[in-house]
């Protein structure tokens, strides 16, 4: 039986995935938690969130939206007020810095809406998300949800989940469901009503006006073509690691076999990233918290073909994040973003895709930015 994997369930992972919604170019995150697999860290740093503008006041989109629906239709401020439970006037609409997890959303087709609001119970604040993988029947049909409690499953069609709970003031609901072809994880946090009224017919409301936004939308775009001749993603990490080539070149041999990231069966962003071929492989020592004398870590090697699009952006949220620009052999433009002598991210723009390498060493023991440039070198070399 497949696991039950909701987005919402990986929320931390917005440090990489999120997107702007509609048309607005206000993108997002970093990959640091696997889709499917391993809880590794990943290559970009936390984004700052920040209050989106009004979408008549949104630049136009970094890449041609599929969905032509804005965050205001999908949910309007008399729903938000409504699920959330205080003025709309106290909700802001949440965007995040570009980063490559969200990229690959946006090169997917993903339509992301995201509110925040304020503080209502001891841990919790007012938050409203939605996300919409366009065209992914096949996709949400690998999904086999299991009531474990208080699921109610098929009240929004086939496969579909509503799970809200109370606690301590606040209300929390999670919604998973297919709408015609399209693929809907949403959820929200608002002050419990007093006198309580029905969770599961709020969370259905809600849902119907998310529906209702993309039948109005009309027929979806057309998907992101990656130019001819952008540099392609790897079959296999052996492709980098063969023999292990990749653990000689950065003098670590104990690093275990590379492992592929974001395959499989997964929540919503996963499906999304293996939609665009955002692929990632990981090398680790066994004990994950210690190496042996000169050896790295870990690190970590992804790509996103054809992303020439979000270069601009994904170069300006780094060097903002104190990155740095850095010459690498093989790469048309590259950034070194080191918050330690210890951990180190490059990002680069080789044959028009997008190339990502993080790799850490053991505290106070230094040296990550040179094993950078050389593990970025490498990699960029077998590609």
């Not at 979408?55 to 599929?66: G, H, M, Q």
């Not at 190496?291 to 979000?310: D, H, K, N, T």
């Amino acid at each position: 039986m497949k696991r039950l994997q909701l987005a919402f369930l990986v929320a931390a992972t917005a440090t990489l995935l999120l997107t702007g919604c509609g048309g607005a170019s206000t993108p997002m995150p970093t990959p640091t938690a696997s889709s499917s697999s391993s809880s590794s860290p990943l290559p970009t740093p936390e984004p700052t969130t920040t209050a989106a503008p009004d979408e008549a006041d949104a630049e136009p989109a970094l890449i041609p939206v599929r969905i032509a629906a804005g965050c205001n239709d999908l949910a309007t401020p008399a729903v938000r007020e409504k699920v959330a439970g205080v003025a709309d006037a106290d909700i802001a609409r949440v965007t995040h810095p570009l980063a490559n997890g969200s990229a690959a959303e946006l090169q997917a087709g993903v339509l992301t809406c995201q509110w925040s609001g304020p503080v209502i119970a001891a841990e919790s604040s007012v938050e409203i998300e939605i996300k919409v993988l366009p065209d992914a029947a096949a996709e949400f049909a690998e999904f086999a949800p299991v009531a474990l409690g208080s699921e109610v499953l098929g009240t929004l069609g086939a496969g579909s989940l509503i799970n809200c709970f109370d606690a301590e003031g606040a209300r929390s609901c999670y919604l998973h469901f297919l709408d015609g072809v399209n693929w809907v994880d949403a959820h929200f946090i608002g002050v419990t009503p007093a006198p309580a009224t029905d969770a599961i017919a709020a969370a259905t409301e809600f849902a119907g006006e998310i529906s209702d936004a993309l039948a109005a939308a009309g027929p979806l775009g057309a998907p992101y073509a990656v130019p001819a001749g952008a540099l392609a993603a790897w079959t296999s990490c052996n492709v980098l690691d063969d023999l292990g080539a990749f653990r000689s070149a950065v003098a670590s041999p104990s690093l275990t076999s590379p492992e592929g990231e974001f395959t499989g069966a997964g929540t919503l962003f996963a499906e999304a990233w293996q939609r665009v071929e955002f692929k990632s492989c990981v090398w680790r020592q066994i004990d994950p918290y210690t190496s042996p004398v000169g050896e790295i870590r870990m690190a970590s090697v992804s790509i996103l073909p054809g992303a020439e699009w979000a270069w601009a952006s994904l170069r300006e949220t780094d060097i903002s994040r104190g990155g740095n620009p850095v010459t690498v052999a093989g790469a048309d433009d590259a950034t070194l973003n080191c918050p330690s002598a210890d951990d180190c991210t490059l990002h680069a723009l080789v044959q028009g895709s997008y190339v990502n390498v993080y790799l850490s060493v053991e505290q106070y023991r230094g040296g990550a930015e040179a094993l950078a440039v050389t593990a970025a070198e490498f990699a960029i070399s077998r590609l």
